[in-house]
């Protein structure tokens, strides 16, 4: 069973930067799943933000986070970030980190043909709460 854990939300003002951190104890989760970022507005369904396949290095990004945010893995760390600049207001969201793998992942795994889909998903973190304010 993977346990997601997500870290580095918080206030930022409009205009400014977070790195949003994305692990799972005991797995290594650049090199054998895809990792998707998604996020949640209060009274809006949960949408995908960004993905990252292991197997290429390839990314996806949403429309509206394009140019802003940029989606990183350090395998040393078992880590994948999500850094995000320009935050605007409408940035505010819990954050979701969730993985994806491709049988078992021995060569790495890509992003879902529909990599924003929720239910291509097998594993979820809690979330973690930006708010973009001043």
């Known amino acids: 069973q993977m346990h997601i854990v997500e870290s580095g939300g918080g206030l930022v003002q409009p205009g400014g930067s977070l790195r949003l951190s994305c692990a799972a104890p005991g797995f290594t989760l650049g090199a054998y799943y895809a990792i998707a970022w998604f996020r949640q507005a209060p009274g809006k369904e949960r949408e995908g933000v960004s993905c990252?396949?292991?197997?290429?290095?390839?990314?996806y990004y949403a429309d509206s986070v394009k140019g802003r945010f940029t989606i990183s893995r350090d395998n040393a760390k078992k880590t994948v970030y999500l850094q995000m600049n320009s935050l605007k207001p409408e940035d505010t969201a819990v954050y979701y980190c969730?993985?994806?793998?491709?049988?078992?992942?021995?060569?790495?795994?890509?992003?879902?043909?529909?990599?924003?889909?929720?239910?291509?998903?097998?594993?979820w973190g809690q979330g973690t709460q930006v708010t973009v304010s001043s």
């Open positions: 990252l396949s292991s197997t290429d290095g390839s990314t």
């Open positions: 969730a993985s994806h793998i491709t049988g078992l992942g021995l060569y790495g795994s890509s992003c879902p043909t529909r990599p924003f889909v929720l239910n291509e998903y097998d594993y």
